[in-house]
């Protein structure tokens, strides 16, 4: 067995319309509770508005919406999930955090392996409890996508707010 394949790997694991889902632990901020957002015109349909967190504006961005899942109101149970993607911070709109997880890298099948095109899902792990999907916030938002929302951020606050 490599050296890589006894790594064990940090997740935050969460539900997502009754469907586990994971991302890396070391693009996840915070869990916070919902709160009301404000909507950002000209923004991506991905975008469900904005948040101020702290003082910093932070897009809201609907996992439902990219997955294909029915759409719907935030409840008041529901949470977010302040992230990292490579080119800002963002907020998901997740139903509950499930707390963390620490993976071994050989339970871990790439998506490619599972079903080719599986976009936004880096991989599938294969925990003692069933399976879950590791999301891939590199991808999560297109480059056009990008480029809208850092337009529709910066025509309605004065600039994005990237860190």
Known sequence: MSASAELD???LVFA???????LPLHAVERIVP????????KAPALVLGVLDVEGTILPVLSMRRRFGFAEREI?????FLIAHTPRRPVVLVIDEAH???KVAAARITRAESVVPGFEHVRGVAALEDGLVL????????????AVA???AMAANEGGPHDR
């Open 149 to 151: 929302l850092d337009e």
């Open 16 to 22: 997502l319309e009754g469907q586990r889902c994971a």
């Open 9 to 11: 790997l940090d997740f």
């Open 75 to 79: 409840r008041v149970t529901d949470q």
């Open 99 to 101: 707390g963390l997880r």
């Open 34 to 41: 919902a709160a009301e957002i404000t909507p950002l015109p």
């Open 134 to 145: 590791i999301h891939d916030l590199e991808t999560f938002l297109s480059l056009d996508e």
